[in-house]
């Protein structure tokens, strides 16, 4: 009876594998026309398939200089993707203490929303999107 138990739990475990346990690339382009900036048009999801995903855009791209490693959660179709980054600097040349971004992220529609918050101002920026599955990330920010 354990053993039978067991299997049911392993099939059940192997049915239940997240969205993101595949190993892929989601290239998104984002309207992100009211953001100021700190959205970028065009946002990158890779997926190791261990559970592990990273982020590439302009934004991170111009202040790290490669893609963060980002915090992933499945609910369904629906993947919630968050990630941080620090340093950056606005206009004024005034540095950011911490730039949290939140992505949301819809396997099935391929549809994606991303919400950007600091605590050094009051405002949050958006942007919402469409994205692709791509083989790899070659020449992907720039176009």
Do not use: E
Not at 50 to 67: A, E, L, S
Not at 90 to 95: P, R, S, V
Not at 107 to 134: A, D, H, L
């Amino acid at each position: 009876m354990l053993s039978r138990v067991l299997c049911i739990v392993g099939l059940m475990s192997a049915l239940a594998t997240p969205a993101f346990a595949a190993r892929q690339f989601y290239a998104c382009d984002v309207d992100a026309k009211r953001s100021l900036g700190w959205v970028s048009p065009k946002m990158g999801f890779v997926f190791d398939g261990k559970g592990g995903v990273q982020v590439i855009d302009g934004v991170i791209m111009h202040f790290i200089g490669k893609p963060v490693a980002a915090r992933v959660r499945a609910q369904g179709d629906t993947l919630r993707i968050t990630w941080s980054i620090s340093g950056a600097r606005d206009k004024a040349g005034q540095i950011i203490p911490g730039l949290g971004y939140i992505a949301t992220l819809n396997t099935k529609t391929k549809s994606v929303s991303v919400i950007s918050k600091s605590g050094s101002f009051p405002q949050r920026f958006t942007g919402k999107g469409t994205c692709k599955i791509r083989k790899n990330a070659k020449g992907f920010l720039r176009g």
